[in-house]
């Protein structure tokens, strides 16, 4: 991904001590957000405290009021599964149709639709000042937060601290926590409400910190830019002036699919055998929010499935283990069926997946490898 607006990896961290110097046992609970796994709570640490107290002088050089520091970290502490999350960053390897199986499943677009048709005068409104497609605007927003329901409950002090101590990217996420900083110290949130990814990505449409100074607009016009409020609309207007800002052109698509409409472009084919995509500028300026060619593709199909275009036409080839995506959803619903649940039925054969066969497997005395075939597909029935 493009490391200027978002962390790489939401896949997407850190933090500390109260103001007063104190450890990370004396937090208090009205600072953590509730339905925090564990491994997301404040835990002690003494090196994590130290940093902190090092790090405290740094900030004030850089401009952050010690009244600000005091309120930022209060309450706050090390985030051992930040750094868990950050060191299990290999990503599951999926194919385009996988991906495209994700972001633009049946639920999503259902979900887009209903969020368009709800925000339509916004997304509309800022399509005019931006010159952005309203449907890429709102298809943005359901992969990066299904449309506001999966934002984040991380606090963002706490999340991009802890991996600053961690050291790992050390440089970058103490960048990130000095404009969080920055960021409560102008008054646009307040520390409390200042939550995320694991990796301190915020709100609807996932800013990291320094996009956020960098991006983030008040459209609202009550002196905040509130990417956090369950209005989304600062959010929206970010994503939209962000994309403006990074080469957007006003009334040109993003691409489409060979033989399916698309505009005059480029022609790529991010999945050998699969379909291929004409994609223009616009495109491109998609991959300046994550620099990934199914990303761009990802956001651009939802966009028009949101608009109301169909499917793609094209096919994939089948995968690997020689399943096409029909014979995935047919494993999924049988081995469901059976009793071995496979967590719905989309083709994606992914970690749920993979334990319901290794447990159907294990029933039947067969090796338990938990990968799919032809042979467990005809032996399901």
Wanted: glycine share 14%.
């Amino acid at each position: 991904m493009h490391l200027s607006r978002r962390h790489f990896g939401l896949g997407l961290g850190a933090l500390a001590l109260s103001g007063c110097g104190g450890s990370a046992t004396s937090t208090s609970s009205s600072a953590i957000p509730a339905g925090l796994p564990a491994d997301l709570r404040p835990t002690p640490n003494a090196g994590y405290d130290v940093w902190v107290s090092s790090f405290k002088s740094r900030a004030v050089s850089k401009g952050i009021s010690q009244s600000t520091l005091n309120s930022a970290f209060r309450g706050t502490g090390y985030l051992p599964g930040c750094v868990k999350r950050d060191r299990n960053q290999t990503e599951f390897k999926r194919t385009l149709e996988d991906y495209l199986s994700i972001a633009a499943s049946d639920e999503r677009i259902s979900k887009g639709r209903a969020a368009f048709s709800l925000h339509a005068n916004t997304l509309q409104t800022l399509e005019g000042r931006y010159g952005v497609d309203a449907e890429i605007i709102c298809a943005i927003w359901g992969l990066e937060s299904f449309f506001g329901e999966r934002r984040g409950n991380v606090p963002v002090i706490s999340a991009t601290s802890t991996l600053a101590y961690d050291g790992r990217r050390g440089v970058f996420f103490e960048k990130q926590l000095i404009a969080a900083l920055k960021i409560l110290q102008n008054g646009d949130i307040s520390a409390g409400r200042m939550t995320g990814s694991w990796a301190g990505a915020m709100g609807h449409t996932q800013f990291i910190p320094t996009s956020y100074q960098a991006f983030a607009v008040d459209f609202t016009g009550d002196g905040r830019r509130d990417i956090w409020s369950e209005d989304p609309t600062d959010a929206l207007a970010s994503t939209a002036a962000y994309l403006q800002r990074n080469g957007w052109a006003r009334g040109v698509k993003w691409g489409g699919e060979v033989g399916n409409g698309a505009p005059s472009g480029s022609i790529i084919q991010p999945q050998a055998g699969g379909p291929r995509f004409a994609v223009t500028r616009n495109f491109r300026a998609i991959k300046r929010y994550n620099n990934s060619d199914a990303y761009a593709i990802g956001v651009g199909h939802l966009a028009d499935r949101i608009g109301g275009a169909g499917p793609l036409r094209g096919s994939f080839p089948p995968d690997a283990n020689g399943l096409s995506k029909e014979d995935r959803v047919a494993l999924q619903e049988r081995l469901t069926a059976k009793g071995f649940d496979t967590g719905g039925s989309d083709g994606v054969i992914g970690p749920n997946s993979e334990k319901a066969v290794r447990a159907y497997q294990a029933s039947k005395g067969l090796p338990v490898t938990g990968k799919p075939s032809q042979e467990l597909l005809r032996q399901l029935g």
